[in-house]
T-cell receptor, first 114, second 110 residues
Framework: DTAVSQTPKYLVTQMGNDKSIKCEQN?????MYWYKQDSKKFLKIMFS???????INETVPNRFSPKSPDKAHLNLHINSLELGDSAVYFC?????????????FGPGTRLTVL | LAKTTQPISMDSYEGQEVNITCSHN???????ITWYQQFPSQGPRFIIQ???TKVTNEVASLFNPADRKSSTLSLPRVSLSDTAVYYC???????????FGTGTRLQVFP
């Protein structure tokens, strides 16, 4: 039983395209996150959602938009993809927010923009 | 934006104790310090979390001085399977954001 799942695992696309990455958690958690891990392995928070409300909006380009249809899902939409968007994107969830408790991470989505 | 820094890499041998430090001089007052382990091609995995002084669980200990501007993850008697990248995670006082440390690549040799 996968706790936090992401699809797709790999995503290769051209510059300028629009793409989405899906995330689902079956842990019943109230908070979900998106992180970006660059080629140097630095992890940076992008967004978090708590009960469908955006509570952290990191300084990411507005081409990135999180969409949460319900508490168990937080999808990431990316418009007009750029070369610099190439990275691994991780979804995570936790019961509380703001690093107060353990976060459970998905397996990651490796995005390559050509 | 405050930086949360860690040594880039560390080497150890099986059976030794390893201590990995994280400097976070701008930690938010009420935030916990959390450590994660990451293997290649996987998401980070929770190791331990603490606020002040010392916390110990079945896999690690976490030492936080009173000023909380740094923390030390202690792995007792490491094995080959502990070879991974270790990250600290803290809250930043100025931005109220969660900040991951720069990561420490631990290599354990036989």
């Amino acid at each position: 039983d996968t706790a936090v799942s992401q699809t797709p695992k790999y995503l290769v696309t051209q510059m300028g395209n629009d793409k989405s990455i899906k995330c689902e958690q079956n842990l019943g958690h109230d908070t979900m996150y998106w992180y970006k891990q660059d080629s140097k392995k630095f992890l940076k928070i992008m967004f978090s959602y708590n009960n469908k409300e955006l509570i952290i909006n990191e300084t990411v380009p507005n081409r990135f938009s999180p969409k949460s249809p319900d508490k168990a899902h937080l999808n990431l939409h990316i418009n007009s993809l750029e070369l610099g968007d190439s990275a691994v994107y991780f979804c995570a969830s936790s019961q509380q927010g703001q690093g107060l408790d353990e976060q459970f991470f998905g397996p990651g989505t490796r995005l390559t923009v050509l | 934006l405050a930086k949360t820094t860690q040594p880039i890499s560390m080497d150890s041998y099986e059976g030794q104790e390893v201590n990995i430090t994280c400097s976070h001089n701008n930690i938010a007052t009420n935030d916990y310090i959390t450590w994660y382990q990451q293997f290649p091609s996987q998401g980070p995995r929770f190791i331990i979390q603490g606020y002040k002084t010392k916390v110990t669980n079945e896999v690690a200990s976490l030492f936080n001085p009173a000023d909380r501007k740094s923390s030390t993850l202690s792995l007792p008697r490491v094995s080959l399977s502990d070879t991974a990248v270790y990250y600290c995670l803290v809250g930043d006082w100025d931005t109220d954001k969660l900040i991951f440390g720069t990561g420490t690549r631990l290599q354990v040799f036989p």
